[in-house]
């Protein structure tokens, strides 16, 4: 059997060409696969509510404010690991909540700091609504700081337990979430909307409190 040369390099040629937009189109293809977020970051703020007992009388009112950080990794989209401090700092005068003896002013300072773990409602890239909850272990460190008297300190364990929504802010503005991701790597941007409800007692009073807390998120 003869071969031509000129039939055997269009062959060649073809077959080139075919493999070179294979190629092309499965690189391309990967490229437009959206790469999943590990990371998150988040800072949130808003009202805590502490469960002590007559806390409005000695406080003046039945709330105080709160801020948190907190990061995580995502193992599945849908699981995620994290761990979040928040500060939270009231004035007031009268009995201490902890010790319960008559004081001056007060200053009381509460750190508690969450390890929990995470299910989110997630089942796809750009999804516009996520709702989530989770829950985990909670260490609390308080702080009374009272006028012409000792310094009250010390820590209890607990747990936590929490529940939200994430709202896509991607979806809002596209164009900026795309620049964001080329810029810094930021994949997927929310706003939180969250309760939080933590118990840690320490000499038989309860250190722990409802949160309701509005925040941002941000996957990397």
Known sequence: MRFSSKNTAARL???????????????????????????????????????????????????????GLGFGYKFLRQLEVGAQAS????????????????????????????????FRAIFKENQWVVPYIGGGWTRAYYQQEITNQ???KGKADGYNARAGIQISLNNMAPKRAHNSDKQIGLKQSYLILEAKKFSAKT????????????GLLFEF
């Open 150 to 152: 000792e310094t009250v």
């Open 87 to 118: 500060y939270i700092e009231d004035e007031g005068v009268g009995l201490l909540p902890i010790n319960q003896i008559l004081g001056g002013e007060v200053t009381y300072t509460l750190v508690p700091v969450d390890v929990f773990v995470l």
């Open 203 to 214: 000499n038989g009073v309860d250190l722990g409190g409802t949160s309701y807390l509005f």
């Open 13 to 67: 040629i073809s077959a080139g060409a075919l493999l070179t937009l294979l190629v092309t189109g499965f690189g391309s293809a990967l490229a437009a696969k959206p790469v999943r977020p590990h990371w998150s970051l988040e800072v949130k703020g808003g009202q805590f509510t502490p469960d002590i007992d007559n806390y409005e009388t000695f406080y003046g009112k039945d709330h105080t404010s709160e801020f």
